[in-house]
């Protein structure tokens, strides 16, 4: 396991980014009701193609508005260390209230990494992870309110990602813990092998959340650990 000493200098200036943002972070965190989605942008397996383009939707079922800065998704991916997994970007982070009206207010979405699990934890045969990657929010500049509204509202961002300079597929064993495989409908879905993770100000983010599907269900499939603290667990006990 590496240590957090071990991590690479763009992987600690982009955490030092988000850590500076992130002075909203430190309250409120135990009434929070959040649910994470995903879906497949492109239709295509990483599996057969080069694509792995996933939409994240962050919806907020509480009852007071979540700032972008108190979100952290996690991914993992199975790939050998030299052929790099690479950030390729991602679009605006949209704000949307309950109803699907977007709010006007937008934010960035910043990469970084971390130790890799405990390679003895394996989930299933093709959901393995040995290495560990972060998608966080943060509002744009001269925005440092922006929040995920109450009672439904919620946030998407799609990102990208390329393995060893776009190279095809994507997932060359198709055993990536966080696969995205293909979906003619394009539909958001909660998906236990991505993850929602509270912010850390200390080190690297790793305490799950137990997320939400409404404001009073707990989500069955709320992200599972791959063995960062623990091995095929979730933030709910399930």
Same mark, same amino acid.
């Given at each position: 396991?590496?240590?957090?000493?071990?991590?690479?200098?763009?992987?600690?200036?982009?955490?030092?980014?988000?850590? =500076?943002?992130?002075?909203? +972070?430190?309250?409120?965190?135990?009434?929070?009701?959040?649910?994470?989605? $995903? #879906?497949? +942008?492109?239709?295509?397996?990483?599996? +057969?193609?080069?694509?792995?383009?996933?939409?994240?939707?962050?919806?907020?079922?509480?009852?007071?508005?979540?700032?972008? /800065?108190?979100?952290?998704?996690?991914?993992?991916?199975?790939?050998?260390?030299?052929?790099?997994?690479?950030?390729?970007?991602?679009?605006? $982070?949209?704000?949307?209230?309950?109803?699907?009206?977007?709010?006007?207010?937008?934010?960035?979405?910043?990469?970084?990494?971390?130790?890799?699990?405990?390679?003895?934890? $394996? $989930?299933?045969?093709? #959901?393995?992870?040995?290495?560990?990657?972060?998608?966080?929010? #943060?509002?744009?500049?001269?925005?440092?309110?922006?929040?995920?509204?109450?009672?439904?509202?919620?946030?998407?961002?799609?990102?990208?990602?390329?393995?060893?300079?776009?190279? /095809?597929?994507?997932?060359?064993?198709?055993?990536?813990? =966080?696969?995205?495989?293909?979906?003619?409908?394009?539909?958001?879905?909660?998906?236990?092998?991505?993850?929602?993770?509270?912010?850390?100000?200390?080190?690297?983010?790793?305490?799950?959340?137990?997320?939400? /599907?409404?404001? /009073?269900?707990?989500?069955?499939?709320?992200?599972?650990?791959?063995?960062?603290?623990?091995?095929?667990?979730?933030?709910?006990?399930?």
């Amino acid at each position: 396991m590496l240590s957090w000493k071990a991590f690479s200098l763009p992987s600690l200036m982009a955490l030092s980014v988000l850590l =500076s943002n992130s002075s909203e +972070v430190s309250a409120q965190t135990t009434t929070r009701r959040l649910n994470l989605e $995903v #879906r497949n +942008v492109d239709n295509a397996s990483a599996c +057969v193609y080069g694509s792995y383009r996933p939409e994240f939707k962050i919806t907020n079922w509480g009852s007071q508005a979540v700032p972008l /800065t108190a979100v952290d998704i996690r991914l993992f991916f199975n790939n050998p260390l030299t052929e790099t997994i690479e950030f390729v970007g991602a679009d605006y $982070v949209r704000i949307f209230n309950a109803n699907g009206g977007i709010t006007g207010y937008y934010g960035n979405a910043i990469h970084f990494d971390s130790a890799p699990p405990n390679p003895e934890c $394996v $989930v299933a045969p093709d #959901r393995l992870a040995n290495q560990t990657h972060h998608v966080a929010l #943060r509002p744009l500049s001269g925005a440092s309110g922006t929040s995920i509204p109450p009672n439904g509202g919620y946030a998407t961002v799609v990102v990208a990602f390329r393995r060893a300079g776009g190279a /095809t597929p994507f997932d060359a064993g198709c055993n990536d813990f =966080s696969k995205l495989l293909a979906d003619p409908a394009r539909a958001f879905h909660n998906d236990k092998y991505f993850n929602l993770v509270e912010p850390n100000p200390s080190g690297p983010p790793n305490k799950l959340i137990c997320e939400a /599907t409404s404001a /009073t269900a707990s989500d069955p499939d709320s992200g599972i650990d791959p063995g960062v603290n623990a091995c095929n667990v979730n933030a709910c006990g399930l």
